[in-house]
């Protein structure tokens, strides 16, 4: 089997299982479905790209691959998927063993379609949604940086610009004289027809934008308020309207909140992306500095004696705004991909309508309704950033990161994407969980069991970037036991099929097509990609948990999960809890499991529903590589004789007085000082003398900033001492090892802090008695 690592620099591709199982048995005690972590953009030097578009199987509709038979003398090639025979076009006729077309070369696992399009798609529009009920110093920043944002847009796009308190303000920006901006009041949710009728634009999202622009002197143009940004004068006057936004001037009672609407200006932004042009794809970003306490998306009331909803109040179902709000923002990201219901409740597809992803911002020491909002980016692929003030360095620089570039200058994020997944016979798709929606089309190949967004094997992505990674998942139709099989299938085809809109202007389709063997016990056991499988897990708990699962219910879920996998390829004897043995293939997973259950996806104590709204999507967004850090955080110590920074175990007995240690959290990233290591600091030794103390914090700090500069969002900083209160960023995410030896029934108290003697209460248990408990369910769960 190729090495894993190689497969995912290729193709973007990680299976918990590299072999699929050939009976029902065997695929009962996976204890979890086959899937795969796929990032279909996923940069790659030495991709081939073809100038042409695809030739397409006639039964099934996949894409000519590397895996397709190919008749030479009759110029036919056979479908891998539905094994069809399929007439190759003339411009293939010179087909020889010499001479093959890109599709066909061994390389080509993955490949690049521009395809030929007789119209270009119409540029990008980009409309900014400010809140005006911020502090003056906050608003003041926050424009220093929507202008800084202007230049780095793409060439030629829409730009337009909708602000908000207790009223919603549509604004102008092809004004001659004085500036307009038509006032919407926030009280009720309003229709796009009804929106684009007061704006003076109904009718307009009929036409193509290229005739938009050539009329862009009549007064009813959606151009009056999506301005291009194609010269020096657009900007200017883009930067005119900003800079002359003010914060909000209704006053605000005592003991009250400010009259924020958020949700309808969030509504009335998606209208006017409706009523823009044909096929418009946008990308609507929402700065918001506080709740929405009025009309619909309302999350509390005014009245400061109000509390903002908890946790708990959602559970209970006694947080009285929460599912009204919940409904109005799913409402909106399913109009953002252009399916909507007939009269029947049925879905279609309207192709010719406007898609539009969601990014929100949050600049507010409270929450703000990112849980209630988080359908609109979730599902559109939009990114969701929490911070405390729009002054703070991880605005700025996770606001800036969205228009990264690749190296010919074109942003890195892109537009309607649509993923497609073909497999051949035996082999379904079950679902995928990631930033996209279903598109709620029937095919052959779709399983009865659903996992994650399932029914259909036809997703929309919004907005896609390199960055995005799904997981997708299968099921394969075993036959009976290995003694009743049947029918053997030696090998099963996928092929992901991912087309979306290029910042250049090209429409494109990514195509990745792999093949898998089914095998019996043993070869499972060894094509095994525990780290993979762990990524898969903490989708699939997160997953249910946005989708109303219980807390306590999704540890019990996960742990039986893991027991029944240890109890099929684990080695031990019945009823002897010192014989339990994993191979290496399955050693790291219950640690990645322990460590999961501890984290702020499954324990929400000292959490906000904004919080874990936010941890949540970014975990549903990144790469197996990334969410590994989510789950299981990094540990480098670093110390002053000279030798090398290493890392260490996630443990109390890292602690050292005399070192320094970096934790990477993903979220957060920490330096940490022993208690010598920190009177050696603060100190103020000559460098001369004491070159070692200096190396050992220049390095955990630069370190730390090439962590920082290749991270998004951008995580908090944090520099603590041993034993001072910021040190339990890096305390809460050890292994208590002291517990050791201490019951696993649940809340023995415990200290950790190895040699350096700090002392640090947990309820928690330690790994060692995590993995004692489970080797004792392990061998008994049979007896």
């Not at 390199?466 to 099989?485: C, L, M, N, W």
Request: proline share 5%.
């Amino acid at each position: 089997m190729a090495d894993i690592y190689e497969i995912e620099e290729i193709d973007g591709v990680r299976f918990n299982w590299n072999t699929f199982p050939t009976t029902r048995q065997e695929s009962e005690n996976m204890a979890s479905p086959v899937g795969c972590l796929y990032t279909p953009l996923i940069p790659r030097e030495d991709l081939p790209i073809a100038n042409y578009d695809p030739q397409v199987c006639r039964k099934c509709r996949s894409i000519l691959n590397v895996f397709s038979q190919i008749d030479m003398n009759n110029k036919v090639w056979s479908c891998p998927i539905c094994l069809n025979r399929n007439q190759l076009p003339p411009q293939y006729h010179n087909i020889s063993a010499e001479n093959v077309p890109i599709e066909l070369v061994p390389q080509a696992s993955s490949m690049e379609y521009i395809l030929n399009r007789s119209q270009p798609p119409p540029p990008p529009t980009f409309i900014y949604v400010v809140d005006l009920c911020q502090d003056a110093d906050d608003l003041k920043s926050l424009k220093e940086t929507l202008i800084s944002s202007l230049d780095l847009h793409p060439p030629g796009c829409f730009f337009g610009l909708i602000t908000f308190d207790s009223v919603v303000n549509v604004h102008e920006l092809s004004f001659t004289n004085c500036s307009k901006k038509y006032v919407f009041s926030g009280k009720k949710e309003l229709k796009s027809i009804d929106v684009q009728e007061q704006l003076g634009i109904k009718g307009n999202a009929s036409r193509p934008w290229n005739q938009q622009i050539q009329n862009f002197s009549i007064n009813n143009t959606i151009n009056r308020f999506l301005l291009p940004l194609a010269n020096d004068d657009s900007k200017d006057q883009i930067i005119k309207v900003i800079e002359s936004l003010n914060i909000s001037k209704w006053t605000i009672k005592p003991g009250h909140r400010a009259l924020r609407v958020t949700g309808a200006a969030l509504n009335i932004a998606s209208c006017l992306a409706e009523g823009s042009y044909v096929q418009c794809a946008a990308k609507i970003t929402l700065f918001a500095a506080g709740a929405c306490t009025f009309g619909p998306g309302q999350i509390v009331g005014t009245e400061l004696k109000e509390p903002l909803r908890s946790h708990s109040d959602i559970e209970k179902g006694s947080a009285k705004h929460y599912k009204e709000a919940v409904k109005l923002y799913k409402k909106i990201s399913t109009k953002a991909i252009g399916i909507n219901r007939d009269s029947n409740d049925k879905f279609f597809d309207n192709s010719s309508t406007t898609t539009f992803s969601v990014d929100i911002f949050a600049g507010c020491y409270d929450q703000v309704g990112i849980y209630e909002m988080r359908p609109l980016s979730n599902k559109t692929g939009g990114v969701l950033v929490v911070t405390d003030s729009f002054q703070t360095s991880i605005f700025k620089n996770s606001f800036l990161a969205t228009f990264n570039r690749d190296e010919d200058g074109y942003p890195l994020t892109y537009f309607d994407g649509k993923l497609e997944v073909f497999t051949s016979p035996k082999l379904k798709v079950a679902g995928v969980i990631g930033h996209c929606q279903s598109l709620k089309k029937d095919a052959d190949n779709v399983s009865d069991i659903q996992v994650g967004d399932g029914q259909t094997n036809q997703w929309k992505m919004c907005s896609i970037s390199p960055k995005h990674t799904y997981a997708i998942f299968f099921d394969i139709q075993t036959v009976g036991s290995s003694e009743q099989r049947t029918t053997f299938v030696p090998e099963v085809y996928i092929q992901f099929q991912t087309t979306y809109r290029h910042t250049d202007g090209s429409f494109r389709t990514r195509v990745t097509t792999l093949n898998r063997l089914t095998s019996n016990k043993g070869e499972l056991t060894s094509s095994f990609d525990q780290e993979a499988a762990a990524v898969l897990y903490s989708r699939l708990v997160v997953y249910k948990l946005e989708n109303g699962g219980e807390y306590s219910d999704l540890l019990r879920w996960i742990d039986k999960s893991l027991v029944k996998l240890c109890s099929a390829f684990g080695d031990y004897t019945k009823n002897d809890t010192s014989s339990f043995r994993l191979s290496h293939k399955f050693s790291l997973l219950p640690q990645f499991i322990y460590h999961l259950r501890r984290s702020q996806f499954l324990q929400v104590f000292n959490c906000s529903p904004d919080e874990t709204a936010f941890y949540h999507h970014t975990l549903l967004r990144v790469d197996v590589k990334d969410t590994l850090v989510m789950i299981q955080p990094t540990l480098v110590r670093f110390k002053a004789d000279g030798s090398e920074p290493e890392p260490v175990l996630l443990d109390s007995i890292s602690l050292t007085p005399d070192s320094v240690l970096l934790l990477d959290a993903f979220f957060y990233t920490v330096i940490y000082f022993g208690h010598v290591a920190a009177e050696w600091r603060d100190a103020n030794y000559s460098r001369d003398d004491y070159p070692g103390v200096y190396e050992m914090i220049d390095s955990a700090k630069e370190e730390a900033a090439a962590i920082i500069a290749d991270r998004f969002p951008l995580p908090r900083y944090v520099t603590c001492d041993e034993g001072k209160s910021q040190a339990r960023f890096l305390y809460s995410k050890l292994n208590p090892s002291e517990n050791d030896g201490k019951i696993s029934g649940g809340g023995q108290m415990g200290n950790f802090g190895g040699d350096s003697g700090t002392v640090v209460h947990t309820e928690d248990v330690s790994l060692r008695t995590f993995f004692q408990h489970l080797a004792k369910l392990v061998v008994n769960v049979n007896a």
